[in-house]
């Protein structure tokens, strides 16, 4: 449109000049979309190219520009129908079979949005973003044998996704297949060092491996990266297996000031106050475990053998 400026407030005022002087000028109404969809507002961005629309009805490019920032809004139903538009008169777009394939994945339709996956690499079998977002649908259902075999596929067109290899590590671990989940992971760490999620799938298979030094050192690159994410939880699991058990108290003192409702966490503390001496406190934490989830029965059956060894033993019986 002849517009030598990467200023976006420089752009909206050449689009509005534009538009006040030819209201029905398409093109001005779907780059003023376009400028606003890159600074986030995307439901505005989405009324301009419905607009370019009512003009223009027969613009694919409008149609396509709409479904993105109604999925950019989280308008995810109302992305799929344009999509569905789009396939209607152009049904070999494998882009659009991914986009609709990933708002069906957003709205938890993962069947429907695995057919769309699977559609999109029949039209193009090396379209690598179809084969990983395909992983990450089957991972949600648990199929981790099939999400392994497309992670592979995607990866082998394009290695340099790394959050696709963090994935791939994490499926590996689910498989039990630790030594690989490690190679994984590691390649992901390779193209992103600063990946606290890769850092911390790498603690937990090298726990699994017995490298619980190793295992320590990655929790601590998680949580360096990430302190209000990272994985204090595990990292209190794995100083228990190396005997330092105040440090471990402290890493499931500071993973509960994250998140107080983790039972889990509640549970992994109880034995430590155990171990050191502080049962009234262990007591108190199988009791704030239970009634996070009161339907945990090795909970139950822990606190039980807790209070027989330690006393109270009509008490044990009855948990």
Request: hydrophobic content about 40%; some cysteine; glycine content about 8%.
């Amino acid at each position: 449109m002849g517009l030598n400026t990467s200023d976006p407030e420089e752009k909206l005022l050449y689009y509005a000049r534009a538009l006040k002087s030819n209201p029905e000028y398409v093109e001005a109404w779907i780059e003023k979309g376009n400028v606003l969809l890159e600074l986030g507002v995307a439901e505005s961005a989405s009324k301009c190219y419905g607009r370019a629309l009512e003009i223009g009805p027969d613009s694919l490019e409008a149609l396509a520009y709409k479904g993105n920032a109604l999925f950019a809004a989280g308008k995810y139903g109302e992305a799929v129908e344009c999509y569905k538009k789009i396939l209607s008169r152009e049904p070999e777009t494998a882009g659009t079979w991914l986009n609709k394939g990933i708002a069906y994945a957003r709205m938890g339709q993962v069947q429907k949005a695995l057919d769309c996956f699977e559609r999109a690499v029949d039209i193009e079998p090396e379209f690598a973003k179809a084969w990983l977002f395909m992983g990450d649908a089957l991972v949600t259902i648990r199929k981790y044998a099939e999400a392994l075999e497309a992670y592979d596929k995607g990866l082998a067109i394009d290695p340099e996704v790394a959050p696709s290899w963090t994935s791939k590590g994490k499926v590996l671990r689910k498989l039990n297949r630790h030594q690989e989940a490690l190679e994984s992971l590691n390649k992901a760490l390779n193209l992103d060092p600063e990946s606290f999620r890769a850092w911390g799938s790498m603690a937990g298979s090298l726990y699994m491996l017995g490298r619980y030094e190793e295992a320590l050192e990655a929790c601590d690159g998680a949580i360096e990266l990430e302190p209000e994410f990272g994985p204090w939880n595990d990292r209190g699991i794995v100083l228990v297996k190396l005997g330092r058990l105040e440090e471990a108290l402290e890493a499931y003192e500071k993973a509960l000031e994250l998140k107080m409702d983790n039972a889990k966490t509640w549970f992994n503390m109880c034995d430590v106050l155990a171990a050191l001496g502080r049962y009234e406190y262990a007591l108190g934490c199988y009791n704030k475990a239970l009634k996070l989830d009161p339907s945990s029965k090795v909970a139950w059956n822990e606190k039980g053998n807790f209070l027989q060894k330690f006393g109270s033993l009509g008490v044990a019986l009855k948990a």
